[in-house]
């Protein structure tokens, strides 16, 4: 709920928006993975998003650093 609530340049709104995406499925596939005892495909499913979210948050610190390239930020 704060990220959503977060000002932010519109420059940067689309990689925002996609960031908040993607740490929300994070927390909830996360969360998932803990009913493994009782729903172990439902785990198995939520692992494999997971994983799938990997290129998601790559792409996400690709476009940080274009951005700070752009802005020369260290």
Known sequence: RVLRGVAVP??????HR???AASLAL??????????HSDY???????????LLRSV???IANDIR??????NIS
Not at 10 to 15: P, V, Y
Not at 29 to 35: G, V
């Open 41 to 51: 495909v439902g785990a198995l499913v939520a692992a494999s998003r997971i994983e």
């Open 27 to 36: 927390k909830e596939n996360a969360e998932r993975l803990r009913t493994y």
């Open 57 to 59: 948050f790559q792409d």
């Open 66 to 71: 274009a951005l700070e390239k752009k802005y």
């Open 10 to 15: 519109r420059e940067a709104l689309s990689l």
């Open 18 to 20: 996609t960031y908040v």
